[in-house]
């Protein structure tokens, strides 16, 4: 290697080389918490069901795309899951190309997203463009979500008919929406979401249909029950099971070393605490409750007093008299 050209190995490879260099460690991954108000996700037989509809109506899509561009269009599956309609509102883009749509005989409450980038690339192709390129983003104009309804109300047609191979289905389109906000979802509701990939002129774009739980008919609701009663007992159950280290807390002592040092068996070592007063219950580290020491059938325990609402306020009062033999 000459001295201009450029070195291979960076400054961190180079001393991993060296003697005694001990590899640094990877970070560990933060953990993630447990949305408790997430829908349950659903059974396995209920998501093949779903996922055989929702790949026949992706499949009508991709022959109905390709027929109206007059270009090869290939639809992906993305997948079907469950989503709260808190979640669904935060993950819409803006600004958007959203339909709300509802289901025949129920409320609104569904959406079809077809995303800022497919959707302008839809009304360029529509206009007599390539389609190739990604167009700019910006928000669509009125002419624009005018022509893109029609080809939303086409779609939501084929899903419909997708959905009639398990019951009658119709699926109506609502008004447009390039704000999430102005869409309205209640956020307790759970939605059941395709999400799909529409690869158009060498582009991927995203796609999503939500529809409501509610309205698609018992045997999908009680498939996937809602973050309410049905669900809750099935947490509790699950946290039930589940174990958490308690301890009871002697208040803190500080002793010198030449003390610690003079330490022997049997020798009592005066807390400062009397029996009576109460002590510290923590549950994985964290205080909970305050009790009382005492005994029953010959096995030490703790009556609880009270629960500690601010554990940071209340900590063990240092006494001055008093010991525990």
Known sequence: MSPSSP????????????PGHAPEAEPSPAPRLWN?????PLS????????????????????????VLQLPIEVVSGGVETVSGAELASALETPG???????????????????????????ERLLGGS???????????????????????QVLRLLGEAWSTVQPTTIECGSFAADPELIGLPAEDVQLVTHAE?????????LAVALPIAALGSRIRDAAPSAGAASRAQIEDRLKQASAEVRVRFPEL????????ALA???????????DAPFDLLVNGRVVHRGALGQLHGHVGVRISETVKHSKELGLTRVREGRIV
């Open 7 to 18: 070195s291979l190995l960076s400054q961190r490879d180079i001393d991993s080389l060296l």
């Open 36 to 40: 408790f108000a997430r829908p349950l």
């Open 44 to 67: 396995r037989p209920v998501h093949a069901r779903l996922e055989a509809v929702h790949d026949r109506f992706l499949r009508a899509l991709e022959v109905h795309l390709a027929t």
């Open 97 to 123: 190309a959203a339909f709300v749509i509802r289901v025949a005989g129920a409320q609104p409450g569904g959406v079809l997203d077809l995303g800022n980038e497919l959707a302008l690339a839809l009304v």
């Open 131 to 153: 389609g190739h390129g990604a167009p700019p983003r910006r928000a669509l104009t009125a002419f624009e979500q005018a022509l893109i309804r029609h080809l939303a109300e």
């Open 198 to 206: 529409v690869l158009l002129a060498g582009e991927r774009r995203d």
């Open 254 to 261: 500080r002793l010198s070393a030449r003390a610690l040092l």
């Open 265 to 275: 068996p049997g020798q009592i070592v005066h807390t400062l605490h009397p029996a």
